[in-house]
Nanobody
Framework: QVQLVESGGGLVQAGGSLRLSCVAS????????MGWYRQAPGKQRELVAV???????NYADSVKGRFTISRDNAKNTVYLQMNNLKPEDTAVYYC??????????????WGQGTQVTVSS
């Protein structure tokens, strides 16, 4: 079974830092883009950051200069380093990946989500 498992969420004060991790497991031939999305209560899910298999990154304007996405291809893992967190960063953060697997070919996969809460 192919799955994405996130970790690293929690409660932090404004100005603090957190690091999210997401590991892809299962019979995976290759992983294309990996990224992080977030969804705050009453709002739509939005892209936070994405990284291609070649290392090209893209960020939402709201997190540029504060968040850094990276990946370890050998470990099928993507990270999101979040610095200078603000209360408006509070949301459930979801890992996303486009993967080529033996089960479904090329398809989208989502993690279960991890809560990030930033107190003022």
């Amino acid at each position: 079974q192919v799955q994405l498992v996130e970790s690293g969420g929690g409660l932090v004060q404004a100005g603090g830092s957190l690091r999210l991790s997401c590991v892809a497991s299962g019979t995976i031939f290759s992983i294309n883009a990996m990224g992080w999305y977030r969804q705050a209560p009453g709002k739509q899910r939005e892209l936070v950051a994405v990284i291609t298999s070649g290392g090209t990154t893209n960020y939402a304007d709201s997190v540029k200069g504060r968040f850094t996405i990276s990946r370890d291809n050998a470990k099928n893992t993507v990270y999101l380093q979040m610095n200078n967190l603000k209360p408006e960063d509070t949301a459930v953060y979801y890992c996303h990946a486009v993967m080529w697997t033996v089960v479904a070919g090329v398809d989208d996969y989502w993690g279960q989500g991890t809560q990030v809460t930033v107190s003022s």
